[in-house]
């Protein structure tokens, strides 16, 4: 550093007549000597970078690999650019970043080594680069014929990858081609004739329609725009060439759009009228619904004041079950509308954890008990108790809440419902097999539908949902549900869990 000291007022005189930015650094990377130019491409003040490390002009995502690059460097000297096939960035004082080009330049003065850095800020450069990578990508990208050929010889000069796949021919045979050579309703000097008007100035721009022909000798109609301009310091022309064979077919796709947009309109009306009749039976549902169990309460709450007395404490029960029976049914209804509300938005988030399938078995059918019909009883799975899986708890308790309270529902007195599950391979299977009214065979095809409700079953409470609900979870989560049915004779729902079975 005393050597630059020394000769500093040299070092200014020369390098300040340089535009580039010159950073001088000794062989442990401590910069020696800077110009006027590199102190502002850096935004320091005159003499502020002396002494200070290199690594204070480079962003630090770069500081890991710098030292080796410069200590390379040094050991095989030789002017060169650095960096070459990377892209460099400087840093400024105030942390932001910059793109350079740089030459080094090495040399020793009193056996001491040094290396010259020659800066130049290519952010305009850069810029430029990446409009011209921007228009280049454009230009081969477009779906569109692009060609620009020689204004003179007419031979092709350049033409972009979808006048490559269109026509079937490699760069270097249409290279060899002009214009003529793929416009078979065209000769030379009609061409020539076409085109003169660009090249005496008299138009910027013409359109018109022709047909190309491909290297397999197929034709298709194209509408032609070609344009003036200057490509490799020559008169060329630029042709963008649109395939406009759905448009020649137009009437026939029209007539075809015509006739489908009409089809598509009578089934639009056909599910707006569905909709519409759907909406009415879901409010005649919703309100018929609500409105039996609200009237079940109000009636058990103005009689339970009526029993006052010790020996009437039976009767005064019977209509506080009642209150606590419809209003967990009311709550149910609530919660399958809030279920279809996340179905629908996609905001079920499925919560896996490991139980015991017994535990959660126990606990629907323990509830379902509160709901049995005179004589109906629940037929518990055998040999459950020792099967472990990884499932959502809540849904698989949501689905079997369903089917089973499905089955007390649509089952008569002294009747029997079976629940059965096991394992097969890598999935769980439960069955709920009931002898109730069963599902008409020409209605079965509905039965997941939402809000379906069987003919032989809308006197019965029910809002048509918990089924499709059912099937929108399993459908999430992998697994199938399927049913047999007989009228009068019985229902066999089965559902197909894929799970993981703990040992």
Same mark, same amino acid.
């Given at each position: 550093?005393?050597?630059?000291?020394?000769?500093?007022?040299?070092?200014?005189?020369?390098?300040?007549?340089?535009?580039?930015?010159?950073?001088?650094?000794?062989?442990?990377?401590?910069?020696?000597?800077?110009?006027?130019?590199?102190? *502002?491409?850096?935004?320091?003040?005159?003499?502020?970078?002396?002494?200070?490390?290199?690594?204070?002009?480079?962003?630090?995502?770069?500081?890991?690999?710098?030292?080796?690059?410069?200590?390379?460097?040094?050991?095989?000297?030789?002017?060169?650019?650095?960096?070459?096939?990377?892209?460099?960035?400087?840093?400024?004082?105030?942390?932001?970043?910059?793109?350079?080009?740089?030459?080094?330049?090495?040399?020793?003065?009193?056996?001491?080594?040094?290396?010259?850095?020659?800066?130049?800020?290519?952010?305009?450069?850069?810029? #430029?680069?990446?409009?011209?990578?921007?228009?280049?990508?454009?230009?081969?990208?477009?779906?569109?014929?692009?060609?620009?050929?020689? #204004?003179?010889?007419?031979?092709?000069?350049?033409?972009?990858?979808?006048?490559?796949?269109?026509?079937?021919?490699?760069?270097?045979?249409? &290279?060899?081609?002009?214009?003529?050579?793929?416009?078979?309703?065209?000769?030379?000097?009609?061409?020539?004739?076409?085109?003169?008007?660009?090249?005496?100035?008299?138009?910027?721009?013409?359109?018109?329609?022709?047909?190309?022909?491909?290297?397999? *000798?197929?034709?298709? %109609?194209?509408?032609?725009?070609?344009?003036?301009?200057?490509?490799?310091?020559?008169?060329?022309?630029?042709? !963008? !060439?649109?395939? =406009?064979?759905?448009?020649?077919?137009?009437?026939? @796709?029209?007539?075809?759009?015509?006739?489908?947009?009409?089809?598509?309109?009578?089934?639009?009306?056909?599910?707006?009228?569905?909709?519409?009749?759907?909406?009415?039976?879901?409010?005649?549902?919703?309100?018929?619904?609500?409105?039996?169990?609200?009237?079940?309460?109000?009636?058990?709450?103005?009689?339970?004041?009526?029993?006052? @007395?010790?020996?009437?404490?039976?009767?005064?029960?019977?209509?506080?079950?009642?209150?606590?029976?419809?209003?967990?049914?009311?709550?149910?209804?609530?919660?399958?509308?809030?279920?279809?509300? &996340?179905?629908?938005?996609?905001?079920?988030?499925?919560?896996?954890?490991?139980?015991?399938?017994?535990?959660?078995?126990?606990?629907?059918?323990?509830?379902?008990?509160?709901?049995?019909?005179?004589?109906?009883?629940?037929?518990?799975?055998?040999? =459950?108790?020792?099967?472990?899986?990884?499932?959502?708890?809540?849904?698989?308790?949501?689905?079997?809440?369903?089917?089973?309270?499905?089955?007390?529902?649509?089952? %008569?007195?002294?009747?029997?419902?079976?629940?059965? #599950?096991?394992?097969?391979?890598?999935?769980?299977?439960?069955?709920?097999?009931?002898?109730?009214?069963?599902?008409?065979?020409?209605?079965?095809?509905?039965?997941?539908?939402?809000?379906?409700?069987?003919?032989?079953?809308?006197?019965?409470?029910?809002?048509?949902?918990?089924?499709? =609900?059912?099937?929108?979870?399993?459908?999430?989560?992998?697994?199938?549900?399927?049913?047999?049915?007989?009228?009068?004779?019985?229902?066999?729902?089965?559902?197909? !869990? %894929?799970?993981?079975?703990?040992?």
């Amino acid at each position: 550093m005393d050597i630059f000291k020394k000769t500093s007022n040299v070092f200014k005189i020369l390098s300040e007549a340089i535009s580039e930015g010159i950073v001088v650094v000794n062989s442990k990377q401590v910069i020696v000597a800077t110009n006027r130019f590199s102190d *502002g491409l850096f935004d320091y003040e005159e003499d502020e970078l002396i002494g200070q490390p290199l690594e204070v002009l480079i962003p630090k995502k770069y500081h890991h690999n710098h030292p080796k690059y410069v200590d390379s460097f040094m050991e095989n000297s030789g002017k060169r650019k650095m960096g070459h096939g990377r892209d460099l960035y400087g840093l400024r004082k105030d942390g932001s970043t910059f793109p350079v080009e740089v030459g080094l330049n090495p040399f020793s003065i009193y056996d001491n080594d040094y290396v010259m850095a020659l800066v130049i800020d290519i952010t305009v450069r850069k810029k #430029a680069e990446e409009e011209l990578k921007h228009w280049a990508n454009i230009f081969n990208e477009s779906l569109n014929e692009i060609f620009i050929f020689d #204004a003179v010889t007419l031979k092709f000069l350049n033409v972009n990858a979808g006048a490559l796949s269109n026509l079937g021919y490699s760069l270097e045979e249409l &290279r060899e081609m002009t214009p003529i050579d793929i416009k078979p309703n065209y000769n030379k000097e009609q061409f020539v004739s076409a085109i003169k008007p660009l090249l005496q100035g008299y138009k910027k721009k013409i359109k018109f329609n022709t047909v190309h022909q491909r290297k397999d *000798g197929s034709e298709y %109609p194209v509408e032609v725009h070609l344009q003036y301009s200057r490509y490799g310091g020559g008169d060329t022309l630029v042709a !963008i !060439i649109i395939d =406009i064979t759905e448009r020649a077919n137009y009437t026939e @796709k029209l007539e075809k759009t015509v006739e489908l947009r009409t089809l598509q309109l009578k089934e639009a009306l056909h599910k707006e009228k569905e909709l519409n009749e759907l909406k009415t039976k879901f409010l005649s549902l919703v309100s018929h619904e609500f409105k039996t169990p609200l009237s079940a309460i109000m009636t058990s709450s103005a009689l339970i004041g009526k029993y006052a @007395k010790d020996e009437q404490q039976d009767k005064r029960q019977r209509h506080v079950n009642t209150i606590q029976n419809k209003v967990k049914y009311l709550n149910n209804i609530i919660n399958d509308f809030l279920s279809i509300e &996340r179905l629908e938005s996609g905001k079920i988030n499925y919560k896996y954890s490991q139980f015991s399938l017994s535990k959660v078995v126990n606990e629907v059918i323990y509830d379902a008990n509160m709901l049995l019909k005179e004589g109906q009883i629940i037929v518990y799975p055998e040999d =459950i108790d020792d099967i472990v899986i990884d499932f959502d708890e809540k849904i698989l308790e949501l689905m079997l809440n369903n089917l089973i309270n499905n089955a007390i529902k649509y089952s %008569p007195e002294h009747s029997k419902i079976e629940v059965k #599950a096991w394992v097969d391979k890598e999935v769980i299977k439960i069955k709920i097999i009931d002898s109730g009214i069963g599902v008409p065979e020409k209605e079965q095809k509905y039965l997941f539908n939402r809000y379906f409700r069987a003919e032989n079953a809308v006197l019965l409470q029910g809002t048509g949902i918990g089924l499709n =609900i059912v099937k929108s979870h399993l459908e999430n989560l992998g697994g199938t549900i399927t049913f047999t049915s007989k009228e009068n004779i019985g229902s066999t729902f089965t559902v197909t !869990i %894929p799970v993981k079975i703990i040992k």
